[in-house]
């Protein structure tokens, strides 16, 4: 009598499992992708393309305004004391309450949009945490919309910006 050794069962065998493996961890990973796609969408993009073109359109014709009345503003930032200040270059062309837009060029959730009053002086103040050093878009604007004035500024170290029209 030949003692014929029979061969284990596939799902017993190494080859099988590893074969299934590859396709099997692949679809791990794309599930895993498509998840954390859902759950932190990008806030760079835009829903509405049409819309945000009618409001840089809009942005435009505000810096027209002030090119026309001739509002430039002068803004520092003092790095020890955390304060970004603003003020006319010529006296009273900056009037009123302000709006400032410090918005942070890939992090939406550090954007910030604060209304300046004027102190005695006619300078404009605003105390930043010290988490808000490093590059920002920054927007002045009247209260009203009337004109506005946009810039670039690195917050790290004693810096000034001078703001005008970008025409």
């Known amino acids: 009598m030949h003692s014929q050794t029979l061969p284990a069962p596939w799902y ?15 679809v791990l990973v794309g599930t895993l992708m498509l998840t954390l796609a859902i759950r ?31 509002i430039q503003a002068l803004v520092r930032f003092d790095a020890e004391r955390q304060q970004l200040s603003i003020e006319a270059l010529e006296a009273g062309r900056l009037h009123g309450p302000l709006e400032l837009f410090l918005i942070h060029p890939t992090l939406a959730g550090q954007d910030q949009v604060v209304v300046l009053q004027a102190d005695a002086q006619g300078r404009y103040n605003l105390a930043l945490p010290a988490s808000g050093n490093g590059r920002w878009h920054i927007a002045l604007q009247s209260e009203t919309g009337g004109w506005r004035l946009e810039g670039r500024i ?7 910006l001078l703001l005008s029209p970008g025409l």
């Not at 359109?57 to 001739?70: F, K, S």
């Open 154 to 160: 690195r917050l790290a170290e004693n810096t000034q």
């Open 12 to 26: 017993r065998q190494f080859w099988p499992w590893f074969i299934i493996a590859i396709p099997a961890s692949s």
């Open 40 to 70: 932190n969408p990008d806030p760079m993009v835009v829903d509405n393309y049409y819309k945000e073109g009618l409001a840089i359109n809009q942005q435009l014709d505000r810096q027209r305004i002030a090119a026309e009345l001739g």
